[in-house]
């Protein structure tokens, strides 16, 4: 953590200084030649020069040699500060930034697209009254907890990945400084806490989410997003794609996120650079998912939300989404709410 | 706080405000606030307790303050939860809140003259993360547990939504670059001391007051709440 920026900056200037003379220092020791003039006489001697430039002003070896020695380590621990694959790294992050950005636009606009043709998916045979127990209190603790962290640390690794561009048109570079800070504390923080927060969204919803043939019949059916019904268990072909998707980018992020921000662990600059395309990477395929999941869970579809937040859900729209799920819990449907909750929270379901 | 001003950028009026006068109103009202909730609740005084004792009420008092703050009585299946969402809540809450620091900092120039020695930057990150973590949990489960709904109102929500904001913001400020987020964290810090006294956040200094309120009555009554 930067505590003091001018500081901060005047101790990198000075190292850098440090370095590069050891550089110097360090071109000249493994090349004996160096110490000698351009015609290979030694200069040091305080002998005539007749006209020629002192010092070694071509240098005793080759560019492409010594920075073949900076890059394999030669130059003793230099290899962090001055490595050439920080060039590597930034060709691929320009592009996974032109590209993801692209990719989180198309996904925003397809669901805007959607929403302003066919509206809110409704209930069609209207609310009974009668609920059906459908997530337990530890499954829905857990998806909430990893649905906050999702919200702060999608917010805040956007504002880090295109704050430049989207945000300092608005707030200008002062107000955008401020928020790129802000971001970079707030996902350093948060970060570790999504690695538990995912091991246990991996635990409370395993069962269940295991891809069986008749998914295939759920997809020829596009899901039930085009007005065919589409039969399906207690989750959906789209909701166990989504359930490994979120684990597998999930993972990633993970490692990747804890190579980043633990130094301590002593990972190398370049291993560092790697997990930082990775990262970026599995963040934006992560993202462009979970904004399809949060428009489904949320103003998608009538009726869903309330299964994650109340525990139960109707059984009209158990019927219409999840049909083999409710015939298998049809005579657990009641109409006693607080009943059908506190046997959720208990996880019967 | 004033390490703003090492960063070289400009204190914005808004922190100024926040660290200078709001600061010394929410200090005063948090100060002579909670003393008065306090000396109001002691002056209420305790019934005339007729029943015979059968034991002392101070030692039912003071094991009640004990016991209620570990788990026993073979609920711990049903407290689990709570028990360690909480401690992971206030302790880390505690150790960020005195040991962190910046804070440190702040209530030696500020308030107390003296400081100590504070807490290395990392352990502060790793108070915060469970603090936060335990905040979180116990929040979620707020909402999504069917008879703790029912029993929370706005108090409960503004109380701990505060609480999250002043640690949300002061996450925020982690890099002391910018005065201008300081300036934010101290305005949240500032709104948060003005609630606390007429507020169930008052609980910080009552849960003993009521724990040993309980465990006495009882105690007196041979009984171990
Ligand atoms: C932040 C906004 C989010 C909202 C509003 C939301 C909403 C919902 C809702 C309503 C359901 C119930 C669907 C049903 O009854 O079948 C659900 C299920 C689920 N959600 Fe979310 N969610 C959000 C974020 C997340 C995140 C970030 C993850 C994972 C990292 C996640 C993982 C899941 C899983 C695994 C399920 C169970 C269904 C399945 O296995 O796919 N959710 N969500």
């Not at chain 1, 996904?107 to 609310?127: D, K, P, Q, S």
């Not at chain 1, 969204?201 to 069962?207: A, K």
């Not at chain 1, 065919?228 to 999930?250: C, M, P, Q």
């Not at chain 2, 709904?149 to 890099?175: E, N, P």
């Amino acid at each position: 953590m930067v505590r003091n920026t001018g500081i901060a900056v005047l101790c990198r200037a000075v190292f850098v200084c440090f370095v590069f003379s050891l550089l110097t220092v360090f071109s000249i020791d493994v090349n004996p030649a160096s110490a000698q003039s351009p015609a290979g006489r030694d200069v040091s001697q305080g002998e005539s020069l007749n006209g020629a430039v002192p010092g070694n002003t071509t240098g005793g070896v080759s560019d492409s040699e010594f920075w073949r020695q900076v890059r394999s380590g030669a130059a003793g621990g230099l290899v962090p500060l001055v490595q050439s694959q920080g060039d590597e790294w930034s060709r691929w992050r320009g592009p996974l930034q032109t590209y993801g950005g692209w990719i989180l636009a198309v996904v925003v606009g397809i669901i805007l697209i959607y929403f302003a043709i066919r509206g809110r998916m409704r209930i069609e045979g209207g609310r009974t009254g009668m609920v059906i127990p459908r997530f337990s209190l530890t499954q829905r603790v857990a998806h909430w907890v990893i649905a906050i962290l999702f919200v702060i640390l999608g917010l805040s690794g956007l504002a880090i990945m295109f704050g430049r561009f989207v945000l300092i048109p608005v707030f200008g570079k002062d107000g955008f400084a401020a928020i790129a800070s802000l971001s970079l504390q707030a996902h350093n923080l948060f970060g570790p806490l999504f690695v538990p927060a995912v091991i246990a969204l991996f635990i409370t919803f395993l069962r269940g989410n295991g891809f069986k043939m008749h998914d295939l019949k759920w997809i020829m059916k596009g899901g039930g997003f085009f007005g065919v019904h589409a039969s399906s268990e207690k989750y959906n072909f789209g909701e166990k794609s989504w359930f490994w998707w979120a684990i597998l980018t999930g993972i990633a992020l993970s490692v990747t996120g804890l190579i980043m921000v633990l130094p301590g662990l002593g990972f190398e600059r370049g291993t560092m650079q790697i997990a930082n395309v990775i990262h970026t990477a599995a963040a934006i395929l992560f993202m462009a998912v979970g904004i399809g999941h949060m428009y489904v869970g949320t103003i998608g579809i009538e009726g869903a939300l309330e299964g994650m937040t109340r525990g139960t859900v109707d059984v009209n729209w158990a019927k219409e989404h999840h049909d083999m799920w409710y015939e298998q819990h049809a005579d657990e449907a009641t109409p006693d709410v607080a009943a059908a909750e506190a046997q959720a929270a208990d996880g019967k379901v | 706080m004033n390490d703003a001003n090492q960063s070289g950028h400009a204190i914005p009026w808004f922190t100024d405000f926040a660290e200078g006068p709001l600061w010394y109103v929410a200090a005063t009202v948090f100060v002579f606030g909670v003393l008065w909730r306090i000396v109001g609740l002691l002056a209420l005084g305790r019934g005339e307790d007729k029943s015979v004792p059968k034991q002392s009420g101070m030692a039912g008092g003071i094991k009640a303050i004990l016991l209620h703050s570990v788990p026993h009585g073979g609920f711990f299946t049903h407290t689990a939860f709570h028990v360690i969402a909480g401690y992971m809540f206030h302790i880390g809450l505690f150790a960020l809140l005195f040991f962190a620091a910046p804070h440190v900092d702040f209530l030696r120039e500020r308030v107390l003259g003296f400081g100590w020695t504070p807490l290395p930057d990392w352990a502060f990150i790793v108070a915060a993360q469970i603090s936060f973590a335990g905040l979180i949990l116990l929040w979620v489960r707020r909402v999504a547990d069917p008879v703790i709904r029912r029993l929370k109102d706005a108090h409960d929500y503004i109380g701990s939504g505060l609480t999250f904001l002043v640690m949300l913001t002061g996450c925020f400020a982690l890099q002391e670059s910018r005065p201008v987020l300081a300036g934010i964290h101290m305005f949240t810090v500032d709104i948060w001391l003005i609630y606390f006294p007429f507020s169930r956040l008052m609980h910080a200094f009552t849960f003993l007051f009521s724990r040993y309120y309980t465990g006495a009555f009882y105690g007196r009554r041979g009984v171990t709440p």
